[in-house]
């Protein structure tokens, strides 16, 4: 019943959307953490397009990706919620299925957690970063980080967190996770990272 909720709410926020634009730094700016900011105006719907980065995510809406080393202090407080071990939101890593930016189901209730926290707590941000691992050329895989990246804040959006609490960076298969070769290392670089 919950997914069956979650997919109206996915089709009633993508009618809804609008365009939106984050009025932020233009392509090849640095933005205010010493970011270089990348223009994802462009479409990056397929393979021989994704190497403009874009973010046309099929929600009318705009994203800021960031390339490059940010800040992540700037939630100076964060609650103790965020550190409990038993808590779903010490899971802060979501991993994907091999060309996918779909959200597995067993990632649900995890992310349900992370957008009540969010919700709860306005002023807190996160930085969703997305990787992928070493199969496809640089630009088509920092397309897919950033496409994951987004897929993650659509569904965190959908259950009350607001769109201003996101920072969308994508770092394609240049961060792996575990160094090597195989599908049980490009298993656990094919991830997004929550990072508050």
């Given at each position: 019943?919950?997914?069956?909720?979650?997919?109206?709410?996915?089709?009633?926020?993508?009618?809804?959307?609008?365009?939106?634009?984050?009025?932020?730094?233009k392509?090849?700016?640095?933005?205010g953490?010493?970011?270089?900011?990348?223009?994802?105006?462009?479409d990056s719907?397929?393979?021989?397009?994704?190497?403009?980065?874009?973010?046309?995510?099929?929600d009318?809406?705009?994203?800021?990706?960031?390339?490059?080393?940010?800040?992540?202090?700037?939630?100076?407080?964060?609650?103790?919620?965020?550190?409990?071990?038993?808590?779903?939101?010490?899971?802060r890593?979501?991993?994907?299925?091999?060309?996918?930016?779909?959200?597995?189901?067993?990632?649900?209730v995890?992310?349900?957690?992370?957008?009540?926290?969010?919700?709860?707590?306005?002023?807190?941000?996160?930085?969703?970063?997305?990787?992928?691992?070493?199969?496809?050329?640089?630009?088509?895989?920092?397309?897919?980080?950033?496409?994951?990246?987004?897929?993650?804040?659509?569904?965190?959006?959908?259950?009350?967190?607001?769109?201003?609490?996101?920072?969308v960076?994508?770092?394609?298969?240049?961060?792996?996770?575990?160094?090597?070769?195989?599908?049980?290392?490009?298993?656990?670089?094919?991830?997004?990272?929550?990072?508050?």
């Open positions: 019943m919950k997914l069956i909720n979650l997919a109206i709410l996915f089709l009633m926020l993508f009618a809804l959307s609008g365009c939106t634009s984050t009025g932020g730094p392509d090849g700016e640095i933005d953490s010493g970011d270089v900011v990348e223009d994802n105006s462009a719907s397929g393979i021989e397009d994704a190497s403009a980065s874009g973010s046309d995510f099929g009318g809406s705009e994203a800021q990706v960031i390339v490059g080393e940010g800040n992540d202090s700037q939630n100076q407080y964060l609650g103790d919620e965020l550190n409990d071990p038993n808590s779903p939101l010490s899971n890593v979501v991993y994907f299925e091999y060309d996918s930016s779909e959200v597995r189901p067993q990632d649900l995890t992310l349900e957690a992370h957008a009540a926290y969010l919700a709860e707590n306005p002023n807190v941000t996160v930085r969703l970063v997305g990787h992928t691992d070493e199969r496809g050329s640089r630009e088509y895989n920092l397309a897919l980080g950033e496409r994951r990246a987004l897929s993650i804040r659509q569904i965190l959006m959908l259950q009350g967190a607001n769109i201003n609490q996101f920072q960076t994508s770092f394609g298969e240049e961060r792996p996770d575990i160094d090597g070769e195989g599908e049980g290392v490009w298993q656990q670089n094919r991830r997004v990272e929550l990072i508050y």
